[in-house]
């Protein structure tokens, strides 16, 4: 697959930051280009129609949509040394399973324990503590989501480890913490330490900065730029 | 892969019947359990804990869970002389991509067209207007989202065949119809002359009765049974 492979992303991302992720695991060259999402652009719309959001990868000039899709797309692709999601039919459904939680339950319910208040928050913050000790018990015996590599699940779950924990700071709440959950944060850890996620991920500095800056209209409108 | 397969489903369920259909089309032999929703069985708790939640499909006692990811274990697992999803890894994202857009988006506009009033229903109508356009489109030129045989888009979209065109009746709105979707209603027909999508789906009669006998309590709740 000699074809030139682009992303379109946003640097304070982290769907698109899902996606360079897999690519660098995977040892794929590609061209990067970060999107103005206030002012978004042509090719961005023209390849992503239907949602015109970010990610879009464009590989041989076709668009492949959707940061989850485009995990399956790239494992499929290149087969690279490292495998984003397991062989086994059943492991992948697991897997799988466990990256539908991860954003269908989990991301809604860490972004509104930090962007919600009184009994709302309440209530946020109690589903929140059942989901992250269901990943707790996941990740037990395990270094990764992924086994003894990181996977799909891993990678899905990026913003628990970056950008949940810059929340924390911005709104002083501890939400994710050793005492809690000492399996999810040796997992944090471990995913923070590998030098192919540290390229992946945006500055905690600027991601800070942005959340510190745009607190009260994320407040009000219960969502990021991004 | 000699290993028994169950399946817990209900009845009136779009999403178990999802999951019947890929085993009939692969020509996979299985028990069916019917679930009582307002009174879950063990097993469905025990298999699917974090959910509790139809349907479950059991292969060799291990559960996978969640319909669409059981659509794609079951093309994973069994060949048969029928993919539920393209070989090409750029055309099985494009089938990904509607089948998402079908659960994330079309969905809950048809939903909530039919069970809302005022200027909800008004917006919900509008977009789901938008949406059904974009699937006339994509089926332009094909018998089936999958080509000449049903796939993972079709077999997603089992919703929009039967329930949405009964909902019309109890509602008495039309909202899919002949002269603004040619090409959906040319698909509609196409799917229910299937014979293996005939044994797939519920009774029009049954399904309409439910609706009917249940109006005031699913527009409070937005929600069905299953």
């Given at each position: 697959?000699?074809?030139?492979?682009?992303?379109?992303?946003?640097?304070?991302?982290?769907?698109?930051?899902?996606?360079?992720?897999?690519?660098?695991?995977k040892g794929?060259?590609f061209?990067?280009?970060?999107?103005?999402?206030?002012?978004?652009?042509?090719?961005?719309?023209q390849?992503?129609?239907?949602?015109?959001k970010?990610?879009?990868?464009?590989?041989?000039?076709?668009?492949?949509?959707?940061?989850?899709?485009?995990l399956e797309?790239?494992?499929?692709?290149?087969?690279?040394?490292?495998?984003?999601l397991?062989?086994?039919?059943?492991?992948?459904?697991?897997?799988r399973?466990?990256v539908?939680?991860?954003?269908?339950?989990?991301?809604?319910?860490?972004?509104?324990?930090?962007?919600?208040?009184g009994?709302m928050?309440k209530?946020?913050?109690?589903?929140?503590?059942?989901?992250?000790?269901?990943l707790?018990?996941?990740?037990?015996?395990?270094?990764?989501?992924?086994?003894?590599?990181?996977?799909?699940?891993?990678?899905?779950?990026?913003?628990i480890t970056?950008?949940?924990?810059?929340?924390?700071?911005?709104?002083?709440?501890?939400?994710?913490?050793?005492?809690?959950?000492?399996?999810?944060?040796?997992?944090?850890?471990?995913?923070?330490?590998?030098?192919?996620?540290?390229?992946?991920?945006?500055?905690?500095e600027?991601?800070?900065?942005y959340?510190?800056?745009?607190?009260?209209?994320?407040?009000?409108?219960?969502?990021?730029?991004?």
């Amino acid at each position: 697959m000699g074809e030139e492979v682009k992303l379109f992303g946003f640097y304070l991302s982290p769907f698109s930051r899902r996606v360079e992720l897999a690519l660098k695991l995977k040892g794929v060259p590609f061209e990067y280009i970060e999107e103005d999402l206030a002012n978004k652009s042509a090719l961005l719309v023209q390849y992503n129609p239907v949602h015109k959001k970010i990610p879009v990868l464009l590989h041989g000039g076709r668009p492949v949509i959707e940061s989850l899709i485009i995990l399956e797309y790239i494992d499929e692709t290149w087969d690279g040394n490292h495998a984003i999601l397991p062989k086994d039919p059943f492991e992948r459904a697991l897997a799988r399973f466990w990256v539908k939680f991860i954003d269908d339950k989990v991301l809604g319910a860490l972004w509104m324990s930090f962007w919600s208040d009184g009994e709302m928050q309440k209530n946020f913050m109690e589903q929140l503590k059942e989901y992250l000790q269901l990943l707790e018990n996941e990740l037990k015996g395990k270094k990764f989501f992924g086994g003894d590599t990181i996977g799909i699940v891993d990678i899905a779950a990026n913003f628990i480890t970056l950008w949940a924990i810059v929340l924390q700071e911005v709104a002083e709440i501890s939400l994710i913490n050793e005492e809690n959950h000492p399996i999810l944060c040796n997992w944090i850890e471990e995913f923070l330490s590998s030098e192919v996620v540290k390229e992946s991920l945006p500055e905690k500095e600027k991601l800070f900065a942005y959340f510190h800056a745009n607190k009260e209209i994320i407040f009000a409108t219960k969502a990021p730029a991004y």
